[in-house]
């Protein structure tokens, strides 16, 4: 499966993005782009001192992102993004239009689980009470999927591209 489209895998910290983002651009054929690249050094010290972003941290965070979705229209990426809110959402489509969204969705007694284990990020899991309160599910009107997070990680992606294929924008 290769596709044109950009595809933003998004959820709360701790969900897999990491992890996911790049076995599902290898699936579709396409370059993968880690979104915590695209933080200025001061959204990293703010979140690893445990102190949640705000909206005027995120903008430029945003901008950037959507600065490569838009570089790699109808080429096709995949690039790991919270995108927690739908106005942030939003930023992005402005910025390349057609940006497809994989939700990965977890119960947050299993993202804190997995929080909890993940050795070398910079998130801690006392912030993740603020990005489930964040967190805005995809509307029906947005281009994309929620896919839960259970199970292995290929499973995972397996399921993100089938979702994926049932959209029009996919193919």
């Known amino acids: 499966m290769r596709t044109p489209h950009v595809v933003v895998v998004m959820g709360v910290a701790g969900t897999g993005k990491t992890t996911i983002?790049?076995?599902l651009a290898a699936?579709?054929?396409v370059p993968y782009a880690e979104g915590d690249d695209f933080h200025p050094e001061a959204n990293i010290a703010k979140m690893s001192a445990?102190?949640?972003?705000?909206d005027t941290d995120r903008w430029p965070?945003?901008?950037a992102i959507g600065a490569w979705a838009?570089?790699?229209d109808g080429l096709g990426g995949v690039v790991s993004?919270?995108?927690l809110k739908r106005a942030y959402r939003d930023r992005l489509r402005a910025a390349a239009p057609g940006i497809v969204f994989v939700h990965l969705s977890g119960d947050r007694t299993l993202v804190?689980?997995?929080m909890s284990h993940r050795q070398g990020h910079f998130m801690p899991t006392a912030l993740l009470d603020s990005q489930f309160a964040t967190l805005q599910p995809l509307e029906a009107d947005e281009a994309g999927v929620s896919v839960g997070v259970s199970g292995e990680p290929?499973?995972?992606a397996e399921r993100a591209v089938a979702a994926l294929r049932g959209l029009d924008r996919v193919s």
Do not use: Q, V
Not at 50 to 54: I, K, S
């Open 21 to 23: 983002g790049p076995l």
């Open 27 to 29: 699936r579709l054929g």
């Open 50 to 54: 445990g102190t949640p972003l705000d």
């Open 61 to 63: 965070w945003l901008d």
């Open 70 to 72: 838009h570089g790699r």
């Open 81 to 83: 993004c919270s995108a």
């Open 112 to 114: 804190e689980d997995r």
């Open 154 to 156: 290929t499973e995972i």
